[in-house]
Nanobody, 124 residues
C-alpha cells in the first residue's frame, strides 16, 4: 500500500501555470506506475497523465498533451505534474494514484491507492 498526499493546487488565470506534487510513503514506491487523474463537477474521473515505474515512459490524455508534463523522483518518493497554458476546462479536482506494475494504464479501476485530491481552478 502507498499513501499519497497531493499539494500545489489553487486558483489561477487562463494561460498561467501550476505545478502539482504528490508525496508518497512506502518503501515500494518505485515498483508502482503512477498516474494523475482529474474530476470536474458532474463528470467522471478521467486520466490526465501517467508515468512508468522508472520514469522513462510517459503518457498523456490528448486534451493536455503538449501542455502538461509528468515526472517522478523515486529517491524522494514524489511524482509531479507541471501544468502550463492552463485553460478554463482544466478546472477540476486532481488526484494522484498508484497502480501496481511497470507501465500506467488509463482506467481508474487499475489504480489501487489514491490521494485526497487537490483543487485546480482556472478563471477566464
Amino acid at each position: 500500500q502507498v499513501q499519497l498526499v497531493e499539494s500545489g493546487g489553487g486558483l489561477v488565470q487562463a494561460g498561467w501555470s501550476l505545478r502539482l506534487s504528490c508525496a508518497a510513503s512506502g518503501r515500494t514506491f518505485s515498483s508502482y506506475a503512477m498516474g494523475w487523474f482529474r474530476q470536474a463537477p458532474g463528470k467522471e474521473r478521467e486520466f490526465v497523465a501517467g508515468i512508468s515505474w522508472s520514469g522513462d515512459s510517459t503518457y498523456y490524455a490528448d486534451s493536455v498533451k503538449g501542455r502538461f508534463t509528468i515526472s517522478r523522483d523515486n529517491a524522494k518518493n514524489t511524482v509531479s505534474l507541471q501544468m502550463n497554458s492552463l485553460k478554463v476546462e482544466d478546472t477540476a479536482v486532481y488526484y494522484c494514484a498508484a497502480q501496481p506494475g511497470w507501465y500506467p494504464r488509463q482506467d481508474v479501476r487499475d489504480y489501487i491507492d489514491w490521494g485526497q485530491g487537490t483543487q485546480v481552478t482556472v478563471s477566464p
